[in-house]
């Protein structure tokens, strides 16, 4: 059990709210990630960070933003959301010293936009 | 630029079959780390393995076995005597340098579902 925990599970919501999902870890890890999973797309890398107020974009991050103010937490607005940010949203943490590192993910976010 | 590719999108297997998975990367690194996930029907990803590109030993764990070739750039995955909890979406991922491998990003293929029928 790597220590991570998504919230909320699900959610629903319309098109035009904001939204944020919140990611904990209780271990101190450095690296943390955001992904959202469609299908036949795999996973898609929105934001990472790595460090505290330290984040940089990955490849989907259009329409998205993140926070992280403690080593612990971090955060992934949808600042208007829209249908095609309809998707399950999975938290990352990479274990390990040194690079290329496995990474360990949530349980996971259900987001439906209406 | 680096990619993974799984060109299986679906397998169905009886229960007692041994199955293959194929995961195929693309990548100008001579350094690089190759993973497989399994995501079971509950939906969470867990971590199998993680293999770099020095090492092309095949590793086995239990009924599991994985299968690298750098002539051929591709990081097979193969379940022997597959079981009903075999049934999942599996993910190979790549980690290199040029991706970012200080920084642990990975980039994932977009999965096989593998479905093994009693």
């Known amino acids: 059990d790597a220590g991570i925990t998504q919230s909320p599970r699900h959610k629903v919501t319309e098109t035009g709210t904001p939204v944020t999902l919140r990611c904990h870890q209780t271990e101190n890890h450095r690296y943390m990630y955001w992904y959202r999973q469609d299908p036949g797309h795999g996973l898609r890398l929105i934001h990472y960070?790595?460090?505290?107020?330290?984040?940089d974009k990955g490849e989907v991050s259009d329409g998205y933003s993140v926070s992280r103010s403690k080593t612990e937490d971090f955060l992934l607005t949808l600042e208007s959301a829209t249908s095609s940010q309809t998707s399950v949203y999975f938290c990352?943490?990479?274990?390990?010293?040194?690079?290329?590192?496995?990474?360990?993910f949530g349980d996971g976010t259900r987001l439906s936009i209406l | 630029a680096q990619k993974v590719t799984q060109a299986q999108t679906e397998i169905s297997v009886v229960e007692k079959e041994d199955v293959t998975l194929d995961c195929v990367y693309e990548?100008?690194?001579?350094?690089?780390?190759l993973f497989w996930y399994k995501q079971p029907p509950s939906g969470e990803l867990v971590f199998l393995i993680r293999?770099?590109?020095?090492?092309?030993q095949n590793e086995i764990s239990g009924r599991y076995s994985w299968n690298f070739q750098k002539s051929t750039s591709s990081f097979n995955f193969t379940i022997t005597a597959s079981q009903v909890v075999d049934s999942a979406v599996y993910f190979c991922a790549l980690s290199d340098n040029l991706s970012g491998g200080a920084t642990n990003k990975l980039i994932f293929g977009t999965g096989t579902l593998l479905a093994v029928q009693p």
């Open positions: 960070s790595y460090g505290v107020k330290d984040t």
């Open positions: 293999r770099n590109s020095f090492d092309e």
């Open positions: 990548t100008r690194d001579t350094t690089y780390y």
């Open positions: 990352a943490i990479a274990i390990g010293q040194g690079g290329n590192q496995p990474q360990h």
